[in-house]
């Protein structure tokens, strides 16, 4: 089985602030990997798939990128609703999610 | 619009057999490339992949717990069910159905039911 993760578990940011969080994969999974965003007691959304690909009507502001066993996403500038968990999935053996990122307010 | 929905007890004794159905709207599970994925998350914690089916009655399973469940669709009620036997205390989460995005060739989820919080004591 192929093991996500994540760092860091979590982090505190001031709106307007870059946010970077790191994904590794335990083995090569090409660029099939995907990034969620969840809010307490909501389910995850998705916001990026193949590894940098935004779904359509994501903000611009949310990117990803790496390929192979590292990964990164990245909002560039923190806004109010962005504070939420965040996970990364992969999807080239079956499929595995990361232990999530909590992002907190500063 | 694509939606989902999940169903089934709030709580299940230990040993007992869950049985959860998700139903859905807007898509059919006949259409080639459309799949229905069931993921889990206990309180506090990260998710986990559970399973999945596909248009063409092919279930996949996570490895770890695939001796304890089974994934079925009934395309004519537009619902898919999982069932887990053997529950256990550890078992207690919200259990999600999604459907898969068709725009990749794997298991991506675009669209999500509202989940359905399962206990088990």
């Known amino acids: 089985d192929i093991q996500m993760t994540q760092s860091p578990s979590s982090l505190s940011a001031s709106v307007g602030d870059r946010v970077t969080i790191t994904c590794q994969a335990s083995?090569?999974?090409?660029?099939?990997l995907s990034w969620y965003q969840q809010k307490p007691g909501k389910a995850p959304n998705l916001l990026i798939y193949?590894?940098?690909r935004l779904k359509t009507g994501v903000p611009s502001r949310f990117a990803g990128s790496g390929s192979g066993t590292d990964f990164t996403f990245t909002i560039t500038s923190l806004q109010p609703e962005d504070f939420a968990t965040y996970y990364c999935?992969?999807?080239?053996?079956?499929?595995?999610f990361g232990g999530g990122t909590k992002v907190e307010i500063k | 619009q694509i939606t989902l929905k999940e169903s089934g007890p709030a709580l299940v004794k230990p040993t007992q057999t869950l049985t959860l159905t998700c139903s859905f709207s807007?898509?059919?599970?006949?259409?080639?490339?459309?799949?229905v994925g069931w993921i889990r998350q206990p309180p506090g914690k990260a998710l986990e992949w559970l399973a999945v089916?596909?248009?063409?009655?092919?279930?996949r399973y996570n490895s770890s717990l695939k001796t304890r469940l089974t994934i079925t669709k009934d395309t004519s009620k537009n619902q898919v069910v999982l069932t887990m036997t053997n529950m256990d205390p550890v078992d207690t989460a919200t259990y999600y159905c999604?459907?898969?995005?068709?725009?990749?060739?794997?298991?991506?989820?675009?669209?999500w039911g509202q989940g359905t919080m399962v206990s088990v004591s």
């Open positions: 999604a459907h898969r995005f068709n725009l990749v060739p794997g298991d991506v989820f675009d669209v």
């Open positions: 807007g898509f059919s599970l006949t259409t080639t490339g459309v799949g």
């Open positions: 089916i596909y248009w063409d009655d092919d279930p």
């Open positions: 083995q090569d999974i090409g660029n099939y």
């Open positions: 193949d590894a940098s």
């Open positions: 999935q992969q999807y080239d053996h079956f499929l595995s």
